[in-house]
């Protein structure tokens, strides 16, 4: 590690906070001195293990953004492929995805062997002493065990060739996916790979449901066993202050009431009633407002038009959301309810198509009949909602 390496690594994303015109405050700064840090020992490793970093604190402090500027930095000096950043829901859905490959070709014949070790190891780091097994955490008995050859070998296929992996916005709601986090870990860390995590939740928080957190505490124990823990505490919620672009989600708006002329005023026409559309996703079907493809859309940007019953009210999930934002570079979601007054089912939804949305920089248009602060000030008790209001915040009103 040299100070000239540390300097480059600085420069790089304050250079990036000033494109986007800002610049960081002091608790910013220290984390960014801790992930420069970071950087140096893993361009620099010979010989010992690096340790990696895990990042909580409150919504809107800037975790996301500058793991991600650093992240970004240092993938320029590691091979091609040795840094990957997944968010929490491409994880888990694309972890539940090669799992259900690797059935499917275990059905049609022998899986060839992954090779000796698992995974490739890190580049340039030595693996680290095989982790002990945690106490195994068994699943609650209505869910089916996966068999743990299956499970392995698709963990595999997603770190192999990795030297960095950067969980970013990680949480923990659903039992089976604390299960699927132990075993990456497990088998991340005994691969030599460094693990980089950003959160609302201190690690001793996730799956915060006393019933089911015991399922997370293996995986807790290995990210307190590989990982610093670092906050980064304060007052200040940026995302309420403005002036980072009106770029992807951030181009978005809250519109209320929601008439033509403020949907006109954003370029916008609403859809008549005979635009009804089919959007699929693998072999479900949604009927939604209307779809415009390019050319058909201001900007030409492919839209999505959905009522928020039609989003929230109704069996979609998290697949849906991710395939539909890669799809659509912009939603308008309109009639937005306050979330008090819906059940859990579409509280919990829509709160992930937020996050969805804003991993994916996809532009948000809301249409409601509450203007934004009613709205953020009528939430229920929910895991993330803290989270979804932060992000509203960039909108604009």
Not at 21 to 34: E, I, Y
Not at 200 to 209: C, I, V
Not at 275 to 299: C, I, L, N, Q
Not at 326 to 337: C, L
């Amino acid at each position: 590690m040299t100070s000239r390496r540390l300097d480059r690594t600085r420069r790089a994303v304050e250079a990036a906070a000033a494109r986007e015109g800002f610049s960081l405050d002091a608790r910013q700064s220290a984390l960014l001195d801790r992930l420069a840090r970071l950087g140096g020992e893993l361009v620099g490793a010979r010989r010992r293990p690096v340790r990696g970093l895990y990042v909580w604190g409150p919504a809107g402090r800037g975790k996301s953004w500058l793991a991600g500027a650093f992240f970004a930095a240092l993938a320029q000096e590691l091979p091609a492929g040795a840094a990957r950043r997944v968010h929490v829901y491409d994880l888990f859905r694309e972890l539940h995805a090669a799992i259900h490959a690797q059935r499917v070709s275990a059905l049609a014949g022998p899986r060839p062997a992954v090779g000796q070790g698992g995974p490739t190891r890190g580049w340039r780091t030595r693996p680290a002493p095989p982790t002990p097994d945690p106490a195994a955490a068994a699943a609650p008995e209505d869910s089916p065990a996966p068999r743990p050859g299956t499970v392995d070998a698709a963990i595999d296929d997603l770190l192999r060739g990795t030297t960095l992996l950067y969980l970013d916005e990680l949480h923990l709601h659903d039992t089976g996916d604390a299960t699927l986090l132990t075993r990456l870990l497990r088998r991340a860390f005994e691969a030599g790979v460094v693990v980089l995590a950003t959160s609302n939740y201190e690690p001793g928080t996730l799956l915060p449901n006393p019933l089911w957190h015991h399922l997370a505490e293996p995986g807790i124990a290995l990210l307190r066993a590989h990982l610093d823990v670092v906050e980064l505490a304060g007052p200040t919620d940026y995302r309420a202050l403005g002036g980072r672009g009106r770029t992807g989600f951030g181009a978005g708006s809250w519109l209320h009431p929601g008439t033509t002329a403020q949907l006109a005023d954003r370029g916008l026409v609403a859809p008549d009633r005979g635009s009804r559309a089919v959007v699929r996703t693998g072999t479900r079907s949604f009927d939604v407002t209307a779809v415009r493809a390019d050319g058909e859309a201001r900007d030409s940007v492919p839209e999505l038009w959905v009522t928020f019953d039609d989003l929230a009210g109704r069996t979609t999930s998290t697949l849906e959301y991710l395939d539909w934002a890669a799809r659509f570079g912009r939603w308008v979601v309109t009639d937005v309810a306050l979330l008090i007054d819906v059940d859990r089912e579409a509280q919990q939804r829509f709160i992930a198509v937020v996050d969805v949305l804003v991993d994916a920089d996809v532009e948000l248009v809301v249409t409601s009949p509450h203007d934004l602060a009613t709205f953020r000030g009528a939430l229920p008790d929910r895991p993330d909602a803290f989270r979804m209001t932060s992000r509203l915040l960039l909108l604009a009103g």
